[in-house]
């Protein structure tokens, strides 16, 4: 695996001169025609056919079918049918809230899943999936990410909730993921800490077992997000409070629209899916949007592996 994918044109969203855009790896992936390749799905942005190419000849490689370029690799019925699809997603109350925007139509459409596994088998197969949630994880000591997070945050920065470290993370109590961490930190788990460990786990199996997954599933930090959206300049209130509400609103409206929020809106109870969490899930689709683009930055660049191999990153 490239150890820059996210930078090359192996990268989800990529682009080349000749107008062909790449949707991304196939998955489960299919072995290429080169040696160690896989076969990528390539779109003609020019006439909207699909093919698949190996994954070293995307940078030059140009349409079999307007273009004159040489034939493509079979690609199956689903991964020719496949969109250009980008999803935000946000934990909410019942499980995850999702977001997804169809990049040709702009069309924006949002589900909630009870669990990670739903959630990355989302019939849409977005190339790009931000979602707030930390991947990658310390055996000790805090993520570089999250350091610089806060540093960004300022004001904002106890938004900021530091990372599980990855040995306390199969604790059933809040007691004994304190009594672990205290062992290893000497400092305890807050119950506001502890209520994320659930989640966090989740991924954390998931992507353990299939960490070529992080191509396309990438942590967020809404607020930072939403400080990137805003210039550089943090929230200057709480999601909770009003006016919190009314400057995310604002930002999120004026890019994706009045009725994509609303509709999302009156999909769901309030009670399951809170206001906050519909704001930062588009925020997270608007990295999403720009991670696909080429456009999103990340914290740290550089970014550091965990000791099973996962980056420990945060996009905006
Ligand atoms: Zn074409």
Sequence with gaps: ?????????????????????????????????????????????????????????????????CQRGRPGLALLADEINKMAIVAGVD???????CVAKDLDTGLITSEVFSNAKLLLQHKLEPSVTAIDIPIG?????????????RQILGSRASSVFPAPIRPALQSKTRQHADEIRRKIEEKGVSAQSFAIFKKVLEFD????????????????HPEVCFWAWNNKRAMSYNKKSRGGRAERHELVVKHFGVEAVEETRAKYLVKCVSHDDIYDAFAA??????????????IPDPSPHDAIGLRMEMWY
């Excluded at 790896?25 to 190996?54: F, L, M, V, W």
């Excluded at 689709?285 to 990340?298: H, N, P």
Aim: net charge positive; aromatic share 8%; glycine share 12%.
């Design 285 to 298: 689709l608007w990295t999403a949007e720009r991670i696909f683009a080429g456009k999103a930055g990340v």
């Design 1 to 65: 695996m490239a150890k820059h994918a996210n930078k090359g044109t192996t990268r989800a969203g990529y682009i080349n001169r000749n107008g062909q855009i790449n949707i991304g790896r196939t998955e489960p992936s299919r072995a290429g025609t080169d040696h160690g390749q896989y076969i990528y799905i390539i779109k003609c942005t020019k006439c909207g056919e699909s093919y698949g190419a190996n994954g070293s000849d995307i940078f030059e490689r140009k349409c079999p079918f």
């Design 91 to 97: 934990g909410c109350k019942t499980g995850w809230l």
């Design 205 to 220: 199996k998931i992507l353990s077992t299939l960490p070529h997954l992080q191509d396309r599933v990438k942590e967020i």
């Design 137 to 149: 994880l310390t055996e000790n000591g805090p993520r570089q990410c999250d350091i610089e997070a």
